[in-house]
């Protein structure tokens, strides 16, 4: 049985050993940058720890993981030009290191690149893989598109934000499980049971981020806390706190998305007002909720306990944002 | 046998009846409004042409004919993104009617979508057709990038100019006729010559392109001549100028490229420069070759010479640019 350590290995090891073309160069060269930065490599050791529930040779799930890791890495490429964001990973984003035609069209290049790795699969699994690939990727641009939607919407709702980011990025978890299981030969109930962890599991991981935006200790959490304030970022603790407060904690909160000049002020007052309004305590109690339905849905999935271990550690330490 | 109106037929109908999810609106709508423009639907004419070389029933092969119209069309959404175009068959881009996130994601949506079409090719078939779609979209992308690349550069040769317009241009033309070859069954060689037909005859089709934009008559060619002349495009004409031109006429041509402010005095004169170059003339001689070139692997097929008439005839109308 592999360790997430061992899928790690494995996985940084073919992600290194990808051949691209020497020419031309400016296609590649982002390619080849955006996916050898450090990155916690998540999604394609689900797809080998799937696989592994069910064999313990999981050579043949290795490129449709890698498939996962470059579609994620796309979406980031083209996500970081659509939210003109300077750093990923500490590093500068394509666009900024090179321009934005280059990481359009590289983007668009690593796009089709997954899917000729989604393609490597062995023959007879194809058709389902691709299916649930082509499937996963288009829910991934949808709930790209809300995304945007909801930025410039005041009403959007808890539950329209839970199911933007079950698209946007729970079905990939779902989906790196769930072709795993497939490769590995599951019966469908546990494809479906494999899914729905990765689908619970996605959304606590997102809501979990949310909150530590603002409340978590950077040196645990690795990046600076307030961020997600300072831009005004729909996320579930901002509705949350936009939906459940009076008519003049509103009026208050308002106030602070409106000004932009006083960012250290800007965080400490939209704080105190998610305090007030009891939004982590709230947002706490979600996640929980969908951390619970993962770890049901993991039990029912027709293994041996001591086998799932890996993957139900991987959620505790998620969860722990040990990860 | 089918007619070239008779593909069409099918395939507009077909256009007409995909069904795209309800929402997010904003995600589908640029993805309709492009397919449904008017448009020569030529790439997928040849799919369904090809098919039709070998049996009669081309049903199978209407799901990867779309397929590659789906992809034509996404890689216009993104180019126009890069070339900053306005206009798409005289209506405004989508970059333009939307705006630019837009452009760059349901491109993208676009993009998987031709993949699901691909794959609803019947099963047997659908390794090689995804393979060959990968292969050739993956081109596509690298003759895109040298395009841009090129307009930075002012020593690329008609050689490299050939080999850029094969990958951005030609090779869907091939790969289109390949894939309807696969679908009906013909052999290894015949998939080749048909891919070698629609190569030759892609890079005729674009050298021509070249020569109309400066020399066509705009009611038969459909669009304004000299546009490229203004936005000093690296065409064959341009770069077989630049690369035949003496120390006296480069100065003059270099001059003209400079000048952005009498755009009908800069027609006039790269015109003429062209005319005293002998450009027009070279650059019929350079599409005479192709288009033979083109001919003679068509004629290497081995099915009845009648079968072949309808693909015969339209590399002749590509070529008076009837089409």
Redesign the interface.
């Known amino acids: 049985m592999l360790s997430l350590q061992d899928t790690l290995k494995i996985i940084n090891r073919e992600i290194q050993a990808i051949q691209y ?1 020497k ?2 160069a ?2 590649y060269e982002p390619i080849a940058y955006l996916l050898t930065m450090k990155g916690k490599k998540l999604r394609p050791a689900f797809t080998l720890l799937a696989c592994n529930l069910y064999r313990d040779d999981v050579e043949a799930a290795i490129c449709p993981a890698l498939a996962w890791e470059i579609f994620h890495n796309f979406t980031l490429m ?1 996500d970081d ?2 939210d003109k964001a300077e750093l990923r990973r500490g590093q500068p984003t394509v666009h900024k290191k090179w321009n934005e ?1 280059t990481a ?2 590289s ?3 690593m ?3 997954s ?2 790795f989604m ?1 490597k699969s062995l ?1 007879g699994n ?2 389902p893989l ?2 649930l690939f ?1 499937m996963t ?2 829910e991934i ?2 709930g ?3 995304d ?2 909801f930025e410039r919407r005041p009403d959007v709702s808890e539950q329209e934000y839970i199911e933007m980011i079950r698209l946007k990025t729970a079905v990939m978890f779902g989906a790196c499980l769930r072709s795993g299981a497939i490769i590995g030969g599951a019966n469908e109930a546990d494809g479906q049971n494999l899914y729905d962890f990765g689908i619970y599991l996605g959304i606590a991981f997102q809501i979990k981020d949310d909150l530590l935006d603002v409340y978590g200790n950077p040196d645990v959490f690795g990046k600076e806390t307030g961020r997600d304030i300072l831009c005004n970022k729909k996320t579930y603790l901002l509705i949350s706190a936009l939906n459940s407060a009076d008519i003049t904690d509103k009026a208050e909160l308002l106030k602070w998305l409106a000004c932009n000049d006083r960012p250290e002020e800007k965080i400490v007052a939209v704080r105190s007002l998610y305090d007030k309004l009891a939004i982590p305590e709230k947002t706490d109690e979600t996640i929980r909720i969908f951390y619970k339905k993962a770890l049901t849905a993991l039990q029912a999935v027709s293994v041996d306990e001591n086998r799932k271990k890996v993957l139900k550690n991987i959620a505790e330490k998620l969860m722990e944002r040990e990860l």
Chains 1, 2 share one sequence.
Request: charged fraction near 15%; include cysteine; charge should be negative.
């Open positions: 073309p020419t031309p400016g296609l083209h030009v659509m035609n359009v069209l983007g668009d290049a796009l089709i690149l899917y000729t393609a023959a194809i058709k691709l299916d082509s990727a288009t641009c949808e790209q598109q809300y945007m939607e």
